[in-house]
């Protein structure tokens, strides 16, 4: 079973650009969600599908932040434009209905703003 | 609002040493606790989680939590460490019937050799 795609895997861009990550989850789960970690912190959910509906997304700094999930399969998640404080990891995982909530993660894009 | 505390950041312990990580949440209803870890180069994987049932569960790899609700915490606990469980291991938390995970700030485990 192929796991959770993301890319790129490493982006390098200067303050008030803007950039755009992709993920794909694993065939057949239904729940995918976006996860920011900051270096010495652990992930923080930014937002949640289950399908392509949002289930939440309370923590997604809407000002520059966005994300969508067409047809219910990948997903991208953009910052426009990006600040200095969104270098981070940002983590895609996916889910199944029936796993108990288990989340599979994907290797991360790792973002350096300067 | 839910918070979770790993109050220990960073371990150091030689092999077959006995292992304990703390985790204490926030919040005063049903949750869902997990443990994840992420070993050096690889993702974060699911260790263990605690639904209901038995207090004390078991996960991969001869690790183990117990859930005390008194004292809201979910520990993790391994008799005997190997170097191969160098890792950094996360606590997260939902509250039942609610989308949002919480994670901990993670521990970092180093096992010598």
């Known amino acids: 079973e192929a796991g959770v795609a993301q890319s790129p895997r490493y982006k390098i861009i200067e303050k008030r650009q803007s950039v755009a990550f992709w993920c794909n989850p694993i065939?057949?789960?239904?729940?995918l969600y976006w996860y920011q970690q900051i270096l010495g912190q652990g992930p923080k959910l930014l937002i949640q599908?289950?399908?392509?509906?949002?289930?939440?997304d309370s923590q997604l700094p809407k000002d520059r932040f966005s994300a969508e999930r067409l047809k219910g399969v990948d997903s991208t998640l953009k910052i426009q434009p990006a600040k200095l404080e969104d270098s981070a990891v940002y983590l895609c995982?996916?889910?199944?209905?029936?796993?108990?909530?288990?989340?599979?993660f994907g290797p991360g894009t790792r973002l350096l703003v300067l | 609002a839910q918070s979770v505390s790993q109050h220990n950041h960073h371990v150091i312990l030689s092999e077959a040493a006995s292992l304990e990580l703390g985790c204490n949440y926030s919040?005063?209803?049903?949750?869902?606790l997990f443990w994840y870890v992420q070993y050096p180069g690889q993702h974060l994987q699911l260790l263990l989680k605690?639904?209901?049932?038995?207090?004390l569960v078991k996960g991969i790899k001869g690790f183990e939590a117990e859930f005390i609700k008194s004292k809201f915490s979910f520990n993790l606990r391994k008799p005997s460490v190997q170097w191969s469980d160098t890792a950094e291991y996360f606590c997260?938390?939902?509250?039942?019937?609610?989308?949002?995970?919480?994670f901990g700030t993670g521990t970092r485990l180093k096992v010598l050799a």
């Open positions: 599908f289950q399908n392509n509906g949002v289930v939440d």
């Open positions: 995982a996916s889910s199944p209905l029936t796993s108990g909530e288990t989340q599979y």
């Open positions: 605690y639904f209901s049932g038995d207090p």
């Open positions: 919040y005063g209803g049903t949750v869902n």
């Open positions: 065939s057949g789960h239904a729940t």
């Open positions: 997260a938390v939902k509250a039942s019937g609610t989308y949002k995970y919480i």
